[in-house]
């Protein structure tokens, strides 16, 4: 069978721009996906991942080190996935935590262009409070969410299809058809193609006919 191939190269992905505020993101047209996650989910390695670039997003040993929204952009035009801070658990003052989840905050709300968010959680450690501050926000707003369980090549199968499973019950019960989820390991590769797709079925709505005739594989 012939399957589509995606107009989208995710290796093609470049830096933009840095952004510490709403008012110095790139100008609000187009489509952009927003990975989010609490410090040391594995963030900034599923992008990496993703773009099989190693270098993309920075990773650090330091949670919380990247501070700013990072946008990069992708082969087609006005198309990004953004990489947003992971601030909520960072070892910095009170004052430099409110000044993230505020700038975050206005990104989210005010933000036309966004079509979805990736919430990243280490599938050992999952709904802290940072992923049900996330979760409650695409309630809210019925944001489609996709949550990609990481570091998943450090259980066995068993327990993290466990996980899987009982965190699907817990949030389709929430937000039903707008959230889905999956299991992904950077170290081992697994997963890249389901999360894509997910990906260009947010960043590619409504551009269908743009793309008909695109080569099959």
């Not at 079509?115 to 501050?133: A, N, S, T, W, Y």
Request: net charge positive; charged share 25%; proline share 4%.
């Amino acid at each position: 069978m012939s399957i589509k191939r995606s107009p989208i190269s995710y290796n093609s992905a470049r830096f933009n721009k840095s952004a510490a505020k709403l008012s110095q993101c790139p100008e609000d047209i187009g489509a952009e996906v927003a990975f989010a996650g609490r410090s040391n989910a594995g963030k900034s390695s599923a992008i990496n991942t993703l773009t099989n670039n190693k270098k993309l997003a920075r990773t650090s040993k330091t949670p919380g080190r990247t501070q700013l929204i990072n946008f990069f952009d992708l082969n087609i035009e006005n198309t990004r996935i953004v990489d947003l801070p992971g601030y909520g658990f960072a070892k910095v003052p009170l004052e430099m935590k409110l000044h993230w989840q505020k700038h975050l905050d206005n990104y989210l709300q005010k933000r036309e262009c966004l079509r979805g968010v990736v919430l990243v959680m280490d599938i050992r450690h999952p709904m802290k409070e940072f992923d049900q501050m996330m979760t409650q926000w695409c309630k809210s707003t019925g944001m489609p969410l996709h949550v990609l369980l990481t570091k998943a090549d450090k259980l066995k199968k068993g327990p993290a299809q466990s996980t899987l499973l009982k965190l699907k019950k817990e949030l389709t019960a929430e937000l039903g058809d707008n959230v889905s989820l999956q299991i992904f390991s950077a170290l081992k590769r697994q997963g890249i193609d389901q999360l894509s797709m997910r990906i260009d079925s947010w960043l590619l709505e409504g551009m269908e006919d743009e793309f008909e005739g695109q080569p099959e594989e």
